[in-house]
């Protein structure tokens, strides 16, 4: 097995940051090589969860639009939530996930606009399934890199005193 | 614009606004990164009339061809002009030019601040965590001194536009709505909801309608070590509003990520808020202020959702701006959807 894309960019950022960090004096080449070296850590941990991330939020997606249907008032809207939880992926490229994906989340969005206009213990519980997977939404997007990134950030802003 | 083409650009230009000058140098250029809003540059000017030396460091701050949010220079010069010598400290002003003609788009240059520091993070370390409170107060009162400023005293009455007390927080909203629809690269239900939100709880209207310095936050002003503020800098974002906006954003968790409760790490939030209505003289009323920082998540989102697209459309390529964009996005994201289940 060949080594995988995300173990390939972790290893070079590492190795920049390391080993060819230290020797630029210039500060603003400095903080692009760092800034680089951290985006390239910020596509690893993107690349092994991108499918991942994708399907996993369309199932969910899929699943509330399905569980929502009772409650919607609109004929359109409904239409249009029904025929987008029957959406499936068949491709798995990665623009094509990408294009499912938004699509689903537009409707997501209409039918929480809806939603939330609805009185009633139906409404208010998909309202509520509709906020817990918006809570996913963000965790899915999370990346864990940031407090090293203010570290090195923090050291490239120091001036010196006399500047 | 490579350092190189800005210098010998500039001395074109030097050359022209001073036809008296026998001699103009330019070095010590550096380019300082970080800017989102304009290209930036620190340099020192060595210039030389018949038989008299100048020696200025100076900063030039020219607009991106493709800028995150669209701001002028000219918003820029006409708030340093405005405060230049009173009690909110201010770079001295040299130079603007707005024609394009000669750096490619519109600049201005004014004296470098030098010896200070303007990395929030810094607060969070020694020498600098032993004077964050002091720079903290000192903040909060330069930010009540913007606020209760009148705009018609300073010359800047006549430049913006005024909204009407109860249509505030409209303006702000719609404007960065504007920017959000025509800059999101995926939709962002959880935004949008907060939006939907902003809109049914309308807060009242602003006690005085006044300068709002718009990106009021650490970073933008740059301190001593012994406490001082020497300058309050990036004005592009001034616009006349409720001044509690600038407070609001100045609390945004996202400057303060590793210690929620100290606005910009430097000062306990509940000082921080009594500082500014002893200062301004205006009222922090706790929901009105709740509604203004859910307002300030929804704007700091706007805003790295434009990094993120000028980024990916290729319209500006700084590593800079692609890191801002994807890590302020996503503790943005977060801090939003905390704010919100607070109140849905």
Same mark, same amino acid.
């Given at each position: 097995?060949?080594?995988?894309?995300?173990?390939?960019?972790?290893?070079?950022?590492?190795?920049?940051?390391?080993?060819?960090?230290?020797?630029?004096?210039?500060?603003?080449?400095?903080?692009?090589?760092?800034?680089?070296?951290?985006?390239?850590?910020?596509?690893?941990?993107?690349?092994?969860?991108?499918?991942?991330?994708?399907?996993?939020?369309?199932?969910?997606?899929?699943?509330?639009?399905?569980?929502?249907?009772?409650?919607? %008032?609109?004929?359109?809207?409904?239409?249009?939530?029904?025929?987008?939880?029957?959406?499936?992926?068949?491709?798995?490229?990665?623009?094509?996930?990408?294009?499912?994906?938004?699509? *689903?989340?537009?409707?997501?969005?209409?039918?929480?606009?809806?939603?939330?206009?609805?009185?009633?213990?139906?409404?208010?519980?998909?309202?509520?399934?509709?906020?817990?997977?918006?809570?996913?939404?963000?965790?899915?997007?999370?990346?864990?890199?940031?407090?090293?990134?203010?570290?090195?950030?923090?050291?490239?802003?120091?001036?010196?005193?006399?500047? | 614009?490579?350092?190189?083409?800005?210098?010998?650009?500039?001395?074109?230009?030097?050359?022209?606004?001073?036809?008296?000058?026998?001699?103009?140098?330019?070095?010590?250029?550096?380019?300082?990164?970080?800017?989102?809003?304009?290209?930036?540059?620190?340099?020192?000017?060595?210039?030389?009339?018949?038989?008299?030396?100048?020696? %200025?460091?100076?900063?030039?701050?020219?607009?991106?061809?493709?800028?995150?949010?669209?701001?002028?220079?000219?918003?820029?010069?006409?708030?340093?002009?405005?405060?230049?010598?009173?009690?909110?400290?201010?770079?001295?002003? *040299?130079?603007?030019?707005?024609?394009?003609?000669?750096?490619?788009?519109?600049?201005?240059?004014?004296?470098?601040?030098?010896?200070?520091?303007?990395?929030?993070?810094?607060?969070?370390?020694?020498?600098?965590?032993?004077?964050?409170?002091?720079?903290?107060?000192?903040?909060?009162?330069?930010?009540?001194?913007?606020?209760?400023?009148?705009?018609?005293?300073?010359?800047?009455?006549?430049?913006?536009?005024?909204?009407?007390?109860?249509?505030?927080?409209?303006?702000?909203?719609?404007?960065?709505?504007?920017?959000?629809?025509?800059?999101?690269?995926?939709?962002?239900?959880?935004?949008?909801?907060?939006?939907?939100?902003?809109?049914?709880?309308?807060?009242?209207?602003?006690?005085?309608?006044?300068?709002?310095?718009?990106?009021?936050?650490?970073?933008?002003?740059?301190? %001593?070590?012994?406490?001082?503020?020497?300058?309050?800098?990036?004005?592009?974002?001034?616009?006349?509003?409720?001044?509690?906006?600038?407070?609001?954003?100045?609390?945004?968790?996202?400057?303060?990520?590793?210690?929620?409760?100290?606005?910009?790490?430097?000062?306990?939030?509940?000082?921080?808020?009594?500082?500014?209505?002893?200062?301004?003289?205006?009222?922090?009323?706790?929901?009105?202020?709740?509604?203004?920082?859910?307002?300030?998540?929804?704007?700091?989102?706007?805003?790295?959702?434009?990094?993120?697209?000028?980024?990916?459309?290729?319209?500006?390529?700084?590593?800079?701006?692609?890191?801002?964009?994807?890590?302020?996005?996503?503790?943005?994201?977060?801090?939003?959807?905390?704010?919100?289940?607070?109140?849905?």
């Amino acid at each position: 097995m060949r080594p995988q894309a995300d173990q390939i960019l972790r290893t070079i950022a590492t190795t920049l940051i390391t080993q060819y960090l230290p020797g630029i004096e210039k500060e603003n080449e400095k903080t692009e090589l760092g800034l680089s070296a951290l985006l390239m850590m910020v596509v690893s941990e993107e690349f092994d969860r991108a499918a991942h991330r994708r399907i996993e939020e369309n199932n969910a997606l899929r699943r509330i639009f399905a569980e929502s249907l009772p409650a919607i %008032k609109d004929d359109d809207l409904k239409r249009r939530v029904r025929e987008a939880s029957e959406k499936a992926e068949d491709d798995y490229h990665m623009s094509v996930l990408d294009k499912l994906n938004c699509e *689903l989340q537009e409707v997501f969005i209409e039918l929480h606009t809806h939603i939330e206009a609805i009185e009633g213990e139906g409404a208010r519980h998909i309202n509520e399934a509709i906020w817990t997977e918006l809570e996913n939404w963000t965790k899915r997007r999370e990346f864990t890199i940031w407090e090293m990134a203010f570290a090195m950030l923090t050291k490239a802003a120091t001036r010196n005193e006399g500047e | 614009m490579t350092e190189e083409e800005m210098v010998e650009r500039f001395k074109v230009y030097l050359s022209d606004q001073m036809p008296d000058a026998t001699n103009i140098e330019i070095d010590s250029v550096r380019s300082i990164v970080g800017g989102a809003s304009r290209q930036t540059f620190s340099m020192k000017l060595n210039i030389t009339y018949k038989d008299t030396e100048v020696l %200025k460091r100076v900063i030039l701050r020219r607009e991106f061809e493709s800028g995150i949010i669209d701001t002028k220079v000219r918003t820029e010069w006409d708030a340093y002009s405005a405060f230049f010598n009173t009690s909110v400290p201010v770079p001295e002003l *040299l130079w603007i030019e707005e024609d394009p003609k000669w750096m490619g788009t519109p600049f201005f240059v004014m004296e470098e601040i030098v010896g200070c520091q303007d990395f929030f993070r810094l607060f969070l370390e020694a020498p600098y965590n032993a004077v964050r409170e002091k720079v903290g107060e000192r903040f909060c009162e330069i930010m009540g001194t913007i606020a209760k400023t009148d705009p018609a005293a300073v010359g800047l009455e006549d430049k913006l536009d005024k909204p009407a007390p109860d249509e505030c927080w409209r303006w702000e909203l719609d404007w960065w709505e504007e920017n959000i629809n025509k800059n999101e690269l995926e939709p962002h239900p959880g935004l949008r909801a907060a939006i939907r939100w902003l809109r049914r709880n309308p807060p009242p209207p602003a006690q005085k309608v006044g300068i709002v310095h718009g990106d009021m936050r650490g970073g933008n002003f740059m301190f %001593k070590i012994d406490g001082e503020i020497k300058a309050i800098l990036d004005w592009e974002l001034m616009h006349l509003g409720d001044p509690l906006e600038d407070l609001a954003w100045s609390l945004n968790r996202l400057f303060s990520w590793e210690d929620h409760d100290r606005l910009g790490l430097m000062l306990p939030r509940e000082r921080a808020i009594r500082i500014w209505e002893d200062v301004s003289g205006f009222k922090a009323d706790p929901e009105v202020l709740l509604w203004w920082e859910i307002f300030s998540s929804v704007k700091g989102m706007a805003i790295w959702i434009s990094m993120n697209e000028v980024y990916s459309a290729g319209k500006n390529s700084s590593t800079i701006i692609c890191f801002g964009g994807m890590f302020a996005s996503d503790l943005q994201g977060r801090i939003l959807l905390r704010q919100m289940r607070e109140v849905s």
